[in-house]
């Protein structure tokens, strides 16, 4: 986004000529939620974060407010500039859910001292302190999960692999990583495609049946590999002889025809090109009761009550816990310091007060419904990942965390139908 750039120096000239929001004194600590869409898990996931905290009594001199951005940079830039044009002043910002959209953000509030918290922005550039240093996430880096990627592959001792990539800026920095990695690691990349919609798998996949491929690694949106999973049925290419590793967005709903930009396979067809598939995945909700900041032992069923009778149905809650777990982060850690010397943070010169606030949010501690929410250096959230495999009939996966360290247990619940089988891989 070569005039990104441009923009935003257009724009934080303009917010700095017209206004000096954040050099006037506050009576409200406004957390400004960007939000891609009203009808996410990610927004009820927020809102159910918001519900308990005003429950328990959260600050009443805390106030949240809610922009869309519909997963548009320029519409994400605005509602920050039009916020601090009524001269109000934002310490902290929890989104965006897109990549594209948190970086655009990001761009614009280093200029301010404002913490940002996105629910699951997971492109790697955002790791870049010098470009994003007030950027902190729910999620890890994209190119972690290659790690865990490369683990599959010298478990198994697969060397030779061909990879099927979307044709856009994000999965194409995956797959440099991923092939630096490869080869540092002595796999071979028989070639990687390059596609930008489905209909170019009509041709990809009858090549790689040519070629004799059996090690498949999927770098896209489900709705390509989904497809591909489509014309590999097609084209006989499933079964015990053939392996996809499929990426993390891969979900319970992944076959479901709904979501299918044709239909030229059913759900059933599908399925069977997915059975024995593998994944890599962030662990999702914590299935142990833990302390909650309010109201003692809590246990994660019920937040998952909350959420579902917000999103007014009982399935579907994917990344509802990131979204939670961002308002609560950050609303508890300013409640923290409000309590501590709320004078400060209300009058405090705000480069100074936004960084104190940085530095609060990267050493927090809190126990979320995500786990232990603790971020690294680079403002990563240190998530564990699993390594799930499409079966039949397997109901429940439980995740035992793939990183840098040997794999442990940690009793966590992930996404029906997928078996977990990380355990030994990371070493």
């Not at 683990?151 to 198994?156: G, T």
């Not at 937040?303 to 917000?310: A, C, G, M, P, S």
């Amino acid at each position: 986004m070569p005039w990104l750039g441009s923009l935003i120096i257009i724009l934080t000239t303009t917010c700095y000529s017209l206004i000096d929001a954040n050099n006037n004194a506050s009576k409200e600590v406004l957390i400004v939620v960007i939000t891609s869409s009203d009808s996410s898990s990610v927004y009820y996931g927020y809102q159910s974060a918001i519900s308990i905290l005003k429950e328990y009594n959260i600050s009443d001199l805390i106030t949240f407010e809610f922009r869309l951005d519909k997963g548009n940079e320029g519409l994400a830039v605005k509602h920050i500039v039009d916020i601090l044009k009524e001269n109000r002043r934002i310490f902290a910002v929890v989104g965006s859910s897109k990549s594209a959209c948190s970086m655009a953000l990001g761009q614009l509030l280093k200029h301010y001292s404002i913490p940002q918290i996105s629910p699951n922005s997971a492109s790697s550039l955002l790791s870049d302190k010098e470009e994003y240093p007030f950027f902190l996430r729910m999620t890890n880096s994209a190119f972690e999960r290659n790690s865990v990627r490369i683990a599959i592959l010298k478990y198994f001792g697969w060397k030779r692999i061909f990879l099927v990539t979307q044709g856009i800026e994000f999965f194409y920095d995956i797959y440099e990583d991923f092939y630096e990695k490869a080869i540092s690691n002595n796999i071979t990349i028989i070639e990687n495609y390059i596609v930008h919609d489905s209909k170019e798998l009509k041709t990809v996949v009858p090549d790689l049946l040519e070629r004799d491929a059996r090690i498949m690694i999927v770098l896209s949106y489900s709705s390509i590999a989904r497809s591909l999973l489509c014309q590999a049925y097609i084209h006989g290419m499933y079964g015990e002889k053939y392996v996809v590793i499929l990426p993390s967005n891969v979900n319970r709903n992944f076959v479901s025809l709904s979501s299918f930009e044709n239909h030229e396979c059913t759900r059933e067809e599908t399925g069977e090109a997915l059975e024995g598939s593998l994944r890599e995945a962030a662990l999702g909700y914590r299935i142990e009761a833990f302390i909650h900041p309010y109201n003692g032992n809590y246990d994660v069923n019920e937040l998952l009550q909350v959420i579902y009778k917000q999103m007014n149905r009982s399935t579907g809650i994917s990344y509802a816990g990131n979204g939670f777990d961002a308002i609560m982060t950050t609303a508890l850690t300013i409640e923290e310091i409000i309590k501590k010397n709320s004078s400060y943070l209300l009058n405090g010169d705000p480069s100074d007060v936004g960084k104190m606030l940085l530095n609060a949010l990267l050493t927090s501690n809190y126990e979320g419904v995500l786990g232990n929410i603790v971020f690294d250096y680079q403002g990563n959230l240190k998530r564990l990942i699993s390594i799930q495999q499409f079966r039949k009939d397997a109901m429940i996966s439980r995740g035992y965390g793939c990183k840098s360290n040997p794999a442990k247990q940690n009793k966590i619940e992930t996404v029906k139908a997928f078996r977990d089988i990380s355990n030994g891989m990371c070493k």
